[in-house]
Every structure is written in structure tokens, then in C-alpha cells.
């Protein structure tokens, strides 16, 4: 931890930055205070001293860096007013946080990232859902509160033109003289702050520096002509497919799941997260209806992680981008999940296109895997959001068979089932490598030889195996197939 703490002393002290309103005002007072110690507490540093908010680092999972960017802003319903619009009616929450993930280039330049993760998200909403209770127990957030109304009736009257309207020129608030207002010492700099947190394999640490704080008006006017930000409500199950080069069998991937999705009457997002591609998979998934990741890591676990920690939803479903979910399937793993069951897999089968002997190997390693081992086939993996984050994911040091070892930490933390109704799969690899190839790669799995799968040398067969082409297109998984 000294080290981490020496970081922060090498970074040393942080601006402050305010515009918007006047920097030595009671109201950038308010902001700077609720927006310090709302970061304090997102990096563990303050207790919130309310039930159900919890720091920011206690969410993350060890999977990559990034910045976190979180600022308050007006939360109302829609303003209710008489017919003859003389009263207006104030209603709401008043208060919310929102969040955006952000990334830092080598001039220390900020950005948007495409993507917010989930962690971000989740920090954010649980701020927002309890801010009430913040408010009742803390000065600083219940004068957040008041700053608010007071920025929101201002805006009110200047929209609805309401001193015209009574011929009134609001004569002592618009008097520094007959109101004068007190000007406080807002401090020009604050430090660096430190934290760490143990996370598994490795250590997450957080790092706050400055303040900045800009008060526009667009939330504000937003309040006014009731369309001020909502959340979204969250989806039923978060697919999520990772992807190279998969422009042909996406297609049929994803139009699967959402039929499989409407056909169960249950709300779904589908993640693609484009590992690096040089086809067209990241615009073919974004046609389909997906929400693309790019990501370029080269690492299955790695790269099925990225998916998780953006995704919305309680429970997660992890597909190969060859692999068809038929709604059967889907219908017997949400089952598992009204029950209880932490997470498993499905049985597989192969489409058509493949030799009788190749059929049997491939079906004897399955069941070598899947029924005497009990372990969830790579093309197919479910897990709630609790279950996951609380493993970790998957492993990243693994670059082939993390299915192994995510199943077994699964089963370690609960109720953990691989489903007899099969999914779909692509035989591809059957038919473009020979059966010695196969089976001298199927010989060092049996053999519990770990050490290969730690390393992408003698993995072409998983990350750089080629593309099967048939005419101008990609072969896709058949609509049928012979099941194991």
C-alpha cells in the first residue's frame, strides 16, 4: 500500500476548476463539497453511512484501466401546472448522478469511451437510488437539494416569462445591494488521494485528483420542458459474443437469440465485442441490433470479461459467435435461474457438414467434458452478475480452456447445471483440420498438460484458425443438426 500512497504524493496536489456560476458562490460551495465527497466515497475513503450504497472499488473486477467521470444533476418529473399556468408544482427526486467511463490519451487528453462499464453504471445508480437518505443524513447533500430548486425555479421564471407577465422585475433579487451575497473561500486546489483494494489474482487501485465543475443550464432546461434524463430499465439478460473475423456466422447468431428473446417474452441485449476484426464484424453486429465493444486483446477470457463488465443486466449468458440458441435452450437456462442455479452450460451439437467419425470423435470429447467432468462447453456459458463478480470472470491467465476453470469456481460458489437441451455449434474445425491435428490437441487436454493453455503459442486452432468460405460468404451453423 506505501507505494500507492507515494503515487499519490508524486501526483500532488490537484486544481480546481469551476465555471458556470461565480467560483466564490454559496452555490459552488455546494457543488464542490457534494461532488468531493461523493468521489471519497467511491474510492472507500468516507463512508457513505447509508445502507445499499457501497464504494465504487468494492465493484470493480480486475479486467484493464480506465477513468470514471460522475456528476450530479437535476432529477425532476415533469413540472405540473394549472391551466392558466399561474402554479407550478415541483416533484421528484431532485437530485441524481450519472456516470461516463472515459480514457486518457498519451498528451493526457480526455475522452468519451464507446462504452460505460458496468461497474461505473452501478455506482452511479445506487448514489442516485439512495440519494434521499444521503440528503437526510448529510448537510452537504441536502443543500445540493436546495441548489437545485433554486436553479430550477430560476430557470422556471425566466421560461415562462412570469415577471412580464405580473409586471414584476424582481427588484431585490436582482439587487446586489438590497441582497447581498456572501462570497466564500473556495479552495484553488485539492490532493491526490490513494486507495487500494485486493480483487484475486490481482490489486485494484484507485487514484482521485481534482474538481471540475460546470454549471450549464442544459439539465436544468431539460427539468423545464420535461424531458430530463432517464435511466433505462434494465434487460432481462445480457448475451454476450465474442468475436474475430466472424462476419459470416454473426447473422445468423444474433437473429437467433432475438427470436429465441421475443419468442420467451423476455427483454435481452446482445454484446459483441470485436476483438480486433479486419472483416466486417463490428458493422455487421451493429446492423443485427448489437452493441459492439472493440477491444483488442487477443485473449478469450479477457475479451468475454470486457462483454461482462459493460453489460446491463442480472444475468449473464456468454455464446460463441458460431452457436445457434434454439428457444428450448434459452427457456431451460432461465429456468435454472428462477431456482437458484448460479450458472452451467448446455449440451452441444453440431451442425450438418461434418463425417460420421468426426461427429463421434467430437462427441466422445464432449462427453468426456461436459457429463464426466461436469465442466460447461466454451460455446455456451451462463452466470448471474452476483456469481460472477464474485469469482471474479474468467480467468485471463488462461488462453484456452477458462471454461474449465470458471465452471469449477462457479460450482465452488452455488448451485451450478449444464442444461440437456443443446445449443447449436459450428463443426468448422472438423472439417478444416485433419483428425491427427484434433486429436493431438484433444490428447493435451486429456492429459491435464495446464501449462499450454497459459500461453497462445501451439493455440492456432482457437485464435487464428481460418474462415470457412463457401461462394462470396461465410459458412454459417446449419438449421439442423445430429445432437451429442
Not at 414584476?168 to 451575497?181: G, I, K, Q, T, Y
Not at 472483416?279 to 470486457?306: F, M, Q
Amino acid at each position: 500500500m506505501r507505494r500507492y500512497q507515494q503515487m499519490a504524493k508524486i501526483l500532488g496536489m490537484q486544481d480546481v476548476r469551476i465555471w458556470g456560476v461565480p467560483a466564490d458562490s454559496h452555490f459552488a460551495i455546494v457543488l464542490l463539497e457534494a461532488d468531493y465527497m461523493m468521489k471519497r466515497i467511491a474510492m472507500g475513503q468516507q463512508p457513505s453511512g447509508v445502507r445499499g450504497i457501497v464504494s465504487h472499488l468494492s465493484l470493480l473486477a480486475p479486467m484493464g484501466n480506465s477513468l470514471q467521470r460522475w456528476w450530479f444533476t437535476p432529477y425532476y418529473d415533469p413540472i405540473e401546472t394549472d391551466a392558466g399556468r399561474s402554479v407550478y408544482r415541483l416533484s421528484g427526486q431532485r437530485a441524481q448522478v450519472l456516470a461516463q467511463e472515459e480514457f486518457s490519451d498519451a498528451q493526457g487528453r480526455r475522452q468519451d469511451a464507446a462504452t460505460t462499464r458496468l461497474s461505473t453504471e452501478r455506482f452511479a445508480q445506487q448514489f442516485t437510488e439512495h440519494f434521499p437518505d444521503l440528503a437526510d443524513r448529510s448537510p452537504t447533500f441536502a443543500e445540493l437539494q436546495n441548489v437545485f430548486d433554486l436553479a430550477v425555479v430560476a430557470a422556471l421564471l425566466d421560461r415562462e416569462r412570469i415577471g412580464q407577465r405580473l409586471d414584476w422585475d424582481l427588484p431585490v433579487l436582482r439587487s446586489e445591494e438590497r441582497l447581498p451575497l456572501r462570497r466564500y473561500a473556495i479552495p484553488k486546489v485539492v490532493p491526490s488521494h490513494a486507495t487500494t483494494r485486493r480483487a484475486g489474482r490481482g490489486t485494484m487501485l484507485g487514484l482521485i485528483g481534482g474538481v471540475t465543475l460546470n454549471v450549464g443550464n442544459r439539465a436544468v432546461q431539460d427539468t423545464i420542458d420535461g424531458t430530463n434524463e432517464k435511466r433505462l430499465p434494465r434487460p432481462d439478460l445480457s448475451i454476450i459474443i465474442p468475436a474475430r473475423d466472424e462476419e459470416g456466422t454473426l447473422p445468423a447468431t444474433i437473429a437467433c437469440l432475438f427470436e429465441s428473446l421475443a419468442e420467451l417474452s423476455l427483454q435481452g441485449e446482445v454484446i459483441v465485442v470485436d476483438d480486433g476484426s479486419q472483416d466486417r464484424t463490428a458493422e455487421i453486429a451493429a446492423e443485427k441490433g448489437a452493441r459492439v465493444v472493440p477491444v483488442c486483446l487477443h485473449n478469450i477470457g479477457a475479451v468475454r470479461n470486457a462483454g461482462a463488465e459493460v453489460a446491463r443486466a442480472e444475468r449473464l449468458l456468454f455464446l460463441d459467435a458460431d452457436t445457434l440458441m434454439p428457444p428450448a435452450t434459452l427457456q431451460a437456462i432461465w429456468k435454472e435461474f428462477e431456482v437458484g442455479t448460479v450458472g452451467g452450460g448446455a449440451h452441444v451439437a453440431f451442425d450438418d457438414g461434418i463425417r460420421w467419425w468426426q461427429r463421434l470423435l467430437a462427441s466422445l470429447f464432449t462427453w468426456w467434458w461436459q457429463r464426466w467432468n461436469g465442466w460447461a462447453a466454451g460455446c455456451c456459458i451462463y452466470t448471474t452478475r452476483e456469481a460472477f463478480d464474485a469469482i471474479g470472470g474468467f480467468d485471463p491467465q488462461y488462453f484456452a480452456a477458462e471454461e474449465r476453470y470458471i465452471s469449477e469456481a462457479l460450482k465452488a460458489h452455488g448451485r451450478f447445471r449444464i442444461v440437456r437441451e443443446p445449443v447449436i455449434t459450428s463443426g468448422r474445425k472438423l472439417r478444416i483440420y485433419s483428425t491427427g491435428k484434433l486429436l493431438r490437441i484433444a490428447g493435451r487436454v486429456l492429459l491435464g498438460n495446464t501449462k499450454m493453455f497459459k500461453q497462445r503459442d501451439g493455440l492456432e486452432i482457437l485464435y487464428d484458425a481460418p474462415r470457412e468460405r463457401t461462394g462470396d460468404d461465410a459458412a454459417t451453423p446449419g438449421p439442423t443438426a445430429n445432437m451429442t
